[in-house]
């Protein structure tokens, strides 16, 4: 009974939450003549279609460029934090600590900073406008916070377990690959799914890097509707729907490995 | 090359690193495990530590290293367009830090700025933190409603931010349509200076909830049943449990997410923007908003002024995260 | 761990292979040249692309195009040019050209030996510095007041009575004695803000170098009143004109100041809708300023470039494209005889071409760069005082001391 009454809270609490998201959804249904309506409409009554038509029409290219950037954010972050966390967590250098400190603070260098500063190297490199190029800037987002979840995680690792494997032969980066990636599967997967999510949703490297040519991504597919005078409202909110779907069942999915959590389950002690 | 040296260099990664597994005996054996190896073996271990951490360093010089020195350089000079094409920009020292700070908007936005980051972050924590001892209890539907809170992460900020406006438009939002209902005067939530700041500071609580809710779950995840389990056994009750152990065991955790949110918040600017413009007249400036405002938002860039803006703010987090340490090192210390 | 060493050699070498490839300007021996544009809602199968690509064939090129959005393009134009990789041909909105071509990213018409004789001199002047054509100008566009024709039978007011301030707030509140909103704009803290406002204090009598002048005051007093009147709704503070239109398109508004560009949206609100000229304090119509972009010719280290540019450029605003262009953005030509045919296509247009006519670029008057400087303590002015917080006397001499001092 108890278990049932916490459904119920925890459904008016998530209602609560996603009243915003049904709020887009309502818009994205509504037509340009009704989106200003004195009193708003609660129910997209008179609804339209059009912007989901719109969105049909043209965006599914992009949902499949984000999609492409999304995985490829992943796994460079994940190549590039995992090894580090290891090493700041188990073999932990002298600097070490310096370099993670260094990590945290270079998240404060505000974003369109970092997005002039690649566009300079990029327009020179000829990487812009391409997928790589999106992949790179959207990891740094994601590392600093990539290696120090990681590095907080294979910190709880118990050293018996990499003794164990040094023992058998192993040098460090087999005992890296064969014995510490494997228990770390969870952070593995917090990680990548941080990793998607910041590259899902990122902007401002968007606009400045991958701004033109044939590869944008899903977030600059909506500035289709953003004209210069003009704007689709229910186009754009049609676009976050079909954008937010593919993104939600991911979510679903992996969330059931993210519950083991940021920093358990890899060892039962 | 002593382990006595190496205790004290002891800094932030360790720190940090102790961070969430800071379950009681993970911390203690990590630090014996530092003192057993010999003086060869750890010099062996430094060079293959720093070959794990090459990538990430050759990572960090390239892409942080240089926007940063940019910045600097920007801040340190007086461009104008012309200057900032064609190079030749007079060195100008202090001079852009100075007129900023001497400029009108400073205090204000300093002083948004901290009660912007202040206040979102108590509320994105606590509320978080309520979420995540809720949803640690399984009851049918958990994992997917627990998934579900995490859809407004999905959205393009333009599109959360847009409908945000939205809904607190004065004239057809929902809230003020909903406050009419209960017979409560209409709000002019984003266009009057009173309200402006706190009509921001309601969004971004929203949007920063669900990375709280995250990391603060799966810390509370890492807690041994045992130990609840034992408590249980000496008649605690709910209220007691929250704060004498799931509370203090959650420490590190809740640190780190602190610290992240105090560095992802203090860099907001793209949903004030959306929302307010900063404004009515500077009344939602945050620092990050001016800095942006100076550099992208006008007709005329001013480069270098928005750039002091942009470093001063590096600073303010610069010093939150020496706080951060210090705190950490006492409490390392005292523990 | 051996996928992931793979997948990041993949992106690395990736990386590595697109950098030898062609990248922004290219030499002129590739015979590929870069078009930027503002138009980020036009694809490849678009009118306005397949334009440029048959201009770059008819010259024996290849064009390379890529649409940006209008507020990235200025910073996007700086930074090509500072790495010495502008494009070919950038198009851009008007009060840029000033901006960029200070800047020294911009050529001249001399240089491009591009023809201005035709082009209407009072568009063509947004453009102009110390003498000298940055560009041609693509097409023009300005702002008017939309009304609802129902609303204002219902009120009695009859809208060619409306020829100066006085009139014009006389009949909005008769509109709202009806029950009836009166008007909406756009009065957000942007440079839309500036463009939405000045149609009001050019109205006045005001000149953009004397902020706090009494003519200035009346013209943000007439705003100011309108607010706390309630004549004109609070939200116009926040108001884009996209979402100012949009509360015009509720039907319950009597007016919208808004700009050419609606006018096809006009046809789906449901109601019927005329157009009026914004009126002027003391009768008459006043000056509004003009949007629509500009043709430009950037800077180019090769200087081979131009002739070809300068002919790209040319082909864009000859008169039979001019038209076809002018009509899917929705814009008036800056050519009579171009005006004339669009005009004998659709009577609407009639009082656009006139309201083009009259209207006047920002950055004229030879402003140039001083105009942004001057525009954003304006706009600082008008939300201090909309939302209360400073009387127009006061925000205005605030905001001349500003301007004042950073024009200097």
Known sequence: MRRFLRTGAGLILTAIMLFPVYWMVNVSLTRDTDMRADPPHLFPVNGTLEGYRAVLDQQLPYLSTSLVVGLGTVLLTVALSAPAGFALAKLRPRGGGALSFILLMAQMIPGIIMAMGFYAIYLNAGVLNTVPGLILADSTIAVPFGVLIFTAFMSGIPDELLQAAVVDGANRWRTFVSVVLPVSRNAIVTVSLFAFLWAWSDFVFATTLDGGGDHRPITLGIYQYIGNNNQQWNAIMATAVVASIPATALLVIAQRYVAAGVTSGAVKD | MTTVRRESRETAADAVSRGPSGRGPGRGGNRHRAEKPGASRRHRGQWSAWAFLAPVTVYLIAFYAWPLYRNIELSLREYTVRSFVQGGAPFAGLDNYREVIGHDTFWPAFGHTLLFTGVSIVFQFTIGMALAVFFVHHFPLSATLRALFLVPWLLPLIVSASTWSWMLNSESGIVNAALGLAGVDPVNWLTSPDYALWSVIIANIWIGIPFNLVVLYSGLQAIPAQIYEAAALDGVNGWQRFWRITFPLLRPVSAITLLLGLVYTLKVFDLIWIMTKGGPADASITLATWSYKLGFGNLLPEFGPGAAVGNLLIVIALIFGLIYIRIQRRQAAGS | ?408
């Open chain 3, 1 to 408: 761990m051996k996928a992931y060493t793979a997948a990041l050699l993949a992106i690395t070498m990736a990386a590595g292979l697109t950098a030898c490839g062609d990248n922004g300007g290219g030499d002129a021996a590739s015979g590929s040249y870069t078009i930027w544009d503002p138009y980020p809602q036009f694809d490849d199968s678009s009118a306005w692309v397949t334009l440029l690509k048959k201009c770059g064939t008819d010259n024996g090129v290849t064009v390379e195009r890529t649409g940006y959005d209008t507020t990235d393009l200025t910073n996007k134009a700086l930074l090509a040019a500072q790495q010495g990789n502008s494009p070919d041909v950038l198009i851009v909105d008007n009060p840029v050209v000033s901006t960029l071509a200070e800047a020294g990213v911009l050529t001249d018409t001399g240089v491009t030996s591009l023809d201005t004789a035709s082009i209407a001199p009072n568009i063509l002047a947004a453009g102009q510095i110390e003498g000298k054509t940055f560009g041609v100008p693509i097409g023009a566009n300005t702002l008017a007041l939309y009304y609802n024709k129902a609303v204002l039978a219902d009120a009695g007011v009859d809208p060619a009575t409306i020829t100066d301030w006085a009139g014009l707030t006389a009949a909005l509140e008769k509109v709202k004695a009806k029950g009836r909103k009166g008007i909406t704009f756009s009065a957000i803290g942007t440079e839309e803000g500036s463009f939405q406002f000045l149609p009001w204090y050019w109205g006045s009598g005001a000149q953009l170098t004397q902020l706090d002048s009494p003519q200035a005051v009346a013209s943000l007093q007439l705003w100011a009143d309108w607010v706390t009147k309630g004549l004109a709704p609070n939200s116009v503070l926040n108001n884009t004109q996209t979402t100012s239109w949009q509360e015009f398109a509720t039907g319950d508004f009597a007016f919208g100041e808004n700009g050419t560009w609606q006018l096809e949206n006009a046809k789906k609100t449901g109601f019927e809708v005329g157009i009026i000229p914004i009126p002027s304090q003391a009768g008459g119509v006043a000056p509004a300023p003009t949007g629509g972009e500009f043709v430009s010719v950037p800077v180019q280290s090769d200087s081979a470039r131009y002739d070809v540019s300068g002919k790209l450029v040319s082909c864009l605003t000859s008169n039979d494209n001019l038209l076809a262009t002018d009509t899917t953005l929705s814009y008036i030509a800056p050519v009579a005889a171009v005006q004339q045919q669009q005009v004998a296509q659709n009577a609407a247009l009639t009082v656009w071409v006139d309201a083009v006519n009259a209207a006047k670029g920002r950055t004229s008057d030879n402003l140039g760069t001083k105009y942004p400087k001057i525009s954003e303590p304006l706009w600082t002015a008008f939300q201090a005082s909309l939302s209360g917080s400073k009387p127009p006397q006061e925000a205005l001499a605030a905001a001349q001391q500003t301007a004042a001092s950073a024009t200097k």
